[in-house]
Every structure is written in structure tokens, then in C-alpha cells.
């Protein structure tokens, strides 16, 4: 089992960027594809991006693809999402969520989640 704390989420204007990060505890980082998910009020979780756990692939929605970045740091224990060019359906609450499997984009495919961190996207 892994611990996660994402940190990074907050306010911003309609195509502002935040990067959100999310922090490991727990057993070994490198073991797990990290995943980043996101629920907007009334909506049901929805894929964002995974990276492999080299860091070596990355997978992104098509609703992100080309504005959001997701990396990883082993070394410290981390995962980013890079979110550029925000818009206002972006608005939802993100989770990093993680599974010692191959990237999946399925929320029930991940064994361990953080708590999540709000991002709202104000026009």
C-alpha cells in the first residue's frame, strides 16, 4: 500500500496553468503506474493521464491531450500534472491515484488514492 497527498490545486482564470503534485509514502515509489483522475460535481470520475513507472510513457484523455503534462520524480517520490491552458469544464476535483499493474484508465484498476485537491477554473 502506498500513502498519497496531491498538493498544488487552487483558483485560476480561464487559460491560467496550475501544476498539481502528489506525494508517496509508503512502500517503494518506482513500483507504481501513477494515474491522475478528476470529478466534477454531479459527473462520475473520469480518466486524466498515467505515466508508466520509468516515466518512459506517458497516457492522456482526449480531453487533455496537448494542454495537461503528466512526470514523475522517483527520486522523490512524486507525480506532477502540468496543467496549461485551463478552461472552465477542467473545474473538478483531482486525484493521483496508484496501481502496481500497466496504465489503465479504468478508476477501479487503482488500488490506492489520495485525497484529493480542488481546481476551479473561473471565465
Known amino acids: 500500500q502506498v500513502q498519497l497527498v496531491e498538493s498544488g490545486g487552487g483558483l485560476v482564470q480561464d487559460g491560467g496553468s496550475l501544476r498539481l503534485s502528489c506525494a508517496a509514502s509508503?512502500?517503494?515509489?518506482?513500483?507504481?503506474?501513477m494515474g491522475w483522475f478528476r470529478q466534477a460535481p454531479g459527473k462520475e470520475r473520469e480518466f486524466v493521464a498515467a505515466?508508466?513507472?520509468?516515466?518512459?510513457?506517458?497516457y492522456y484523455s482526449d480531453s487533455v491531450k496537448g494542454r495537461f503534462t503528466i512526470s514523475r520524480e522517483n527520486a522523490r517520490n512524486t507525480v506532477y500534472l502540468q496543467m496549461n491552458s485551463l478552461k472552465p469544464e477542467d473545474t473538478a476535483v483531482y486525484y493521483c491515484?496508484?496501481?502496481?499493474?500497466?496504465?489503465?484508465?479504468?478508476?477501479?484498476?487503482?488500488?490506492?488514492w489520495g485525497q484529493g485537491t480542488q481546481v476551479t477554473v473561473s471565465s
Open positions: 505515466i508508466v513507472r520509468s516515466g518512459s510513457v506517458t
Open positions: 491515484a496508484a496501481r502496481t499493474g500497466l496504465a489503465t484508465v479504468y478508476s477501479d484498476d487503482y488500488s490506492d
Open positions: 509508503g512502500r517503494t515509489f518506482s513500483m507504481y503506474t
